[in-house]
């Protein structure tokens, strides 16, 4: 796998014009390219072609019922892949595009089903990201992308995630830095009368309320998270974003009840560790030796503001609670860092924060198989 890099304030440079042109030849003859936007790094290929398509399955080891969201650079290039635009759509184009803004419209004959998951639907969205959308360009206008992980791990926010996940698998990755916002985009079915969000995102129910004037409804799989009800969006009922040690979420009216309770917890699990490896050993154990081992295996995800409170564990924090957006683009990167480590129990505080909060605690919960303890 070849790795460029491209920033987006040098896109129009001379160097940066031909790997993006090199990137597209290659998503024209069916190709793999890894490249950012906006909410996360993307994987590829030519929306239109079939084959190209069934090659991102193959690489993520992708479930084939899970459609592709079909980038573009062009608000008009969306006529050739739906059957009609409802006027929902280009009232949110208008306003959110490009940006973290899917919509779902009924697909037409131009767009194959390996792309469409087989459902005669088509997601679609133009990223708010220069590189992105140079490379849609330079690709044919058509780009279907899922995000470039290996299924079941935490989407990719920066270029070095992509290739720990997908490295010999495709043909060329593209580093464009960090993403802006950390999080995938918000999805909004509009194939029905009333628009519904299918995936939460940086872009509210709220504000699409706002340029709409009518309601903008959740699917219910988002608020019956038992799994009794099935998601209209594929993607949503894997298991995704899953760490290698267990989450467990903890919510409570203040923030320092939270703490209080994570650091009794982490507690009762160290002595319990401790007593577990003296009866294994069958002798005393050297404490503050043993107290360092030990406290590896427990984690802790937290806000900065609270990193200092706790004692014991591996303490890692998600930025600042009164920063929403650096919470939500350093959210997947901490999940990998901490699979990283020895870490097996994670107790994560949760992040119910004004906008983005809905998204964060939706993609936190998934990570910990809707593992929560409310106080
Ligand atoms: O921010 C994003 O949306 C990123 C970047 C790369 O653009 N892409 C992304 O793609 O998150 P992916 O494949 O990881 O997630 C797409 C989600 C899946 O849950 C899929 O099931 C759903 O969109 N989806 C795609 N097409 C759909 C359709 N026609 N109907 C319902 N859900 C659909
Ligand atoms: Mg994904």
């Known amino acids: 796998m070849k790795v460029e890099k491209v920033l987006e304030k040098n896109v129009a440079k001379k160097n940066s014009v031909q790997i993006l042109e090199k990137a597209g030849k290659i998503l024209k003859d069916g190709g793999l390219v890894a490249f950012p936007t906006e909410t996360v790094y993307g994987l590829g290929a030519d929306a239109l072609n079939a084959d190209a398509a069934r090659k991102i399955y193959e690489a993520k080891g992708r479930p084939s019922d899970n459609p592709l969201i079909v980038?573009?650079?062009?608000?008009?290039?969306?006529?050739?892949?739906?059957?009609?635009?409802?006027?929902?759509?280009?009232?949110?184009?208008?306003?959110?595009?490009?940006?973290?803004?899917?919509?779902?419209?009924?697909?037409?004959?131009?767009?194959?089903?390996?792309?469409?998951?087989?459902?005669?639907?088509?997601?679609?969205?133009?990223?708010?990201?220069?590189?992105?959308?140079?490379?849609?360009?330079?690709?044919?206008?058509?780009?279907?992308?899922?995000?470039a992980n290996t299924s079941g791990r935490p989407s990719p926010t920066k270029a070095g995630h992509v290739a720990d996940d997908l490295d010999g698998k495709i043909d060329m990755l593209i580093d464009g830095g960090e993403v802006g916002i950390g999080l995938e985009s918000t999805i909004v079915d509009l194939t029905s009368s009333k628009p519904v969000i299918l995936r939460p995102g940086a872009i509210t129910a709220q504000m699409m309320f706002e340029v709409l004037g009518c309601e903008v409804s959740l699917d219910e799989a988002l608020i019956k998270t038992d799994s009794t009800v099935r998601p209209k969006a594929p993607g949503m009922k894997y298991k995704h974003y899953a760490p290698k040690a267990e989450i467990t979420v903890v919510e409570g009216k203040d923030r320092q009840s939270v703490v209080n309770y994570i650091n009794e917890q982490v507690e009762k699990m160290l002595q319990q560790f401790y007593l577990d490896e003296t009866d294994k050993k069958g002798n005393v154990l050297d404490d503050l030796f043993w107290l360092d081992v030990l406290e590896g295996r427990i984690g802790i995800l937290c806000s900065e503001e609270n990193r200092s409170k706790y004692h014991y564990g591996f303490v890692k924090s998600v930025g600042h609670f009164e920063n929403e957006e650096e919470i939500a683009r350093n959210l997947y990167s901490v999940l990998r860092e901490f699979d990283e480590t020895s870490v097996e129990y994670i107790f994560s505080e949760s992040f119910n924060t004004p906008n983005m909060g809905y998204a964060i605690m939706n993609r936190l919960l998934k990570a910990a198989g809707h593992h929560r303890v409310q106080l």
């Open 71 to 147: 980038h573009v650079a062009e608000f008009e290039a969306v006529k050739k892949i739906v059957k009609s635009i409802p006027w929902q759509a280009t009232v949110l184009a208008e306003k959110f595009w490009p940006g973290p803004l899917t919509m779902i419209m009924e697909k037409s004959d131009a767009v194959p089903f390996e792309t469409s998951g087989g459902l005669d639907t088509v997601a679609v969205r133009m990223p708010a990201h220069k590189v992105a959308l140079e490379l849609i360009r330079a690709g044919g206008g058509y780009i279907a992308a899922p995000s």
